[in-house]
């Protein structure tokens, strides 16, 4: 049978550590310069990178869509072609010759007469 043991209940703001984990490591003070320099020299190299392979990135699916939208109209140009020459069947012809525009007044007879 095991001992009765008493647990230890923590104040607030104080952790209790676990008796069956490692005690915590404690770390020294902060990172060296040259460590803090390689820090953002990695950074700035990840940032680049990802810039860069996102610029390729949309280069190549704006030139597949531009390929994709040339092979698409160049395939239905014969049929563009039939619908342009229906729609032109379907108008009315246009009237030919000079087309004078203008004003018409008439008299009639039972307007008064003009007293100018």
């Known amino acids: 049978m095991m001992p009765f043991r008493k647990r230890r ?4 703001g104080v952790s209790v550590p676990d008796p069956q984990l490692p005690p ?3 770390r020294g003070s902060w990172p060296s310069l040259l460590t803090r320099i390689l820090t953002v020299a990695a950074g ?40 342009k020459e229906q729609l032109n069947a ?18 009639r007879d039972s307007d008064p007469p003009r007293s100018s």
Request: aromatic letters at 8%; proline letters at 6%; hydrophobic letters at 55%.
């Open 90 to 107: 379907q108008r009315p012809a246009a009237p030919r010759g000079d087309i004078i525009e203008g004003e018409v007044i008439r008299k």
């Open 24 to 26: 915590p490591q404690r």
């Open 44 to 83: 700035t190299l990840v940032l680049v990178g990802a810039v860069a392979i996102s610029f390729v990135v949309f280069v190549i699916v704006l030139t597949a869509l531009l390929v994709i939208g040339l092979y698409a109209w160049w395939k239905t140009r014969h049929i563009r072609r039939q619908l």
């Open 9 to 12: 209940v923590a104040r607030p």
